[in-house]
């Protein structure tokens, strides 16, 4: 049976992050950005989960909600915040957090079984990423909200002047776009990444508008 989740954040990196790691033929999502917002999808739609970011969030105006939908009160309830504070009948999703835990916490399967991995997977580049010194390396990369604050993140296994290569799955498309924030040996790099391509088990990412102070941190590193 299909579920049906809302994702209500004013941040919509936040709303596109969770709604592609929620890619799934049989679970189908819609964003939102105010809490009166819910009032017009549940007239049309009745919903199994909601989540709820903290900058959507204002009590007064939740409970007010709840009093207008009772049919609030049985659905799972999630809350991402950077604090461990949650309002009642919440359960906490702590940012940044992996992929994995936002299917965890709403208790669906991973929506990349073997077989739709191969439906999300391309292994064609788009250039030869080849011309880059690499150095294997072991960092969380984020990705970033309009605002600057980390999402979700990835573990990078190398990385190059021309980009780097994350260790498991965001079903991200081949040229999407995305705000990228790690660190080399102490020193933070933020800048734009495109997904170059989706060879199983992974995503290649390319740098664009890559800084010269990005640049020199990275050329540091790889020695």
Same mark, same amino acid.
């Given at each position: ?6 994702? =209500? +954040?004013?941040?919509? !990196? ?5 709604? @592609? ?6 679970? /189908? ?11 017009v999808l549940l007239r049309e ?66 929506? =990349? +079984?073997?077989?739709? !991995? ?5 292994? @064609? ?6 011309? /880059? ?91």
């Amino acid at each position: 049976m299909a579920k049906h989740t809302i994702i =209500l +954040d004013k941040s919509y !990196l936040l709303q596109n992050v969770c709604r @592609t790691i929620l890619v799934n033929p049989s679970h /189908f999502v819609e964003a939102a950005t105010y809490l009166e917002d819910i009032d017009v999808l549940l007239r049309e739609q009745k919903f199994d989960n909601i989540i709820l970011g903290e900058s959507a969030y204002i009590e007064e105006e939740w409970n007010l909600l709840v009093a207008r939908n009772p049919s609030i009160k049985g659905m799972k309830k999630i809350f991402i915040n950077e604090a461990d504070t949650t309002p009642q009948g919440f359960s906490l999703l702590k940012r940044p957090f992996k992929p994995f835990e936002l299917f965890d916490i709403l208790e669906i399967s991973h929506p =990349l +079984d073997p077989e739709e !991995l191969i439906k999300h997977t391309t292994d @064609t580049p788009f250039n030869d990423r080849r011309v /880059f010194q690499r150095n294997i390396i072991e960092t969380n990369v984020y990705f970033d909200d309009e605002f600057g604050k980390p999402i979700t993140y990835l573990a990078a296994k190398d990385v190059s002047l021309g980009g780097l290569f994350l260790e498991g799955s965001i079903p991200l498309q081949v040229g999407a776009l995305a705000f990228l924030s790690f660190e080399l040996n102490g020193e933070r790099i933020s800048t734009t990444g495109q997904v170059v391509r989706r060879p199983t088990g992974g995503i290649g990412i390319r740098f664009l508008g890559l800084s010269k102070e990005a640049e020199s941190i990275i050329n540091k590193f790889l020695g």
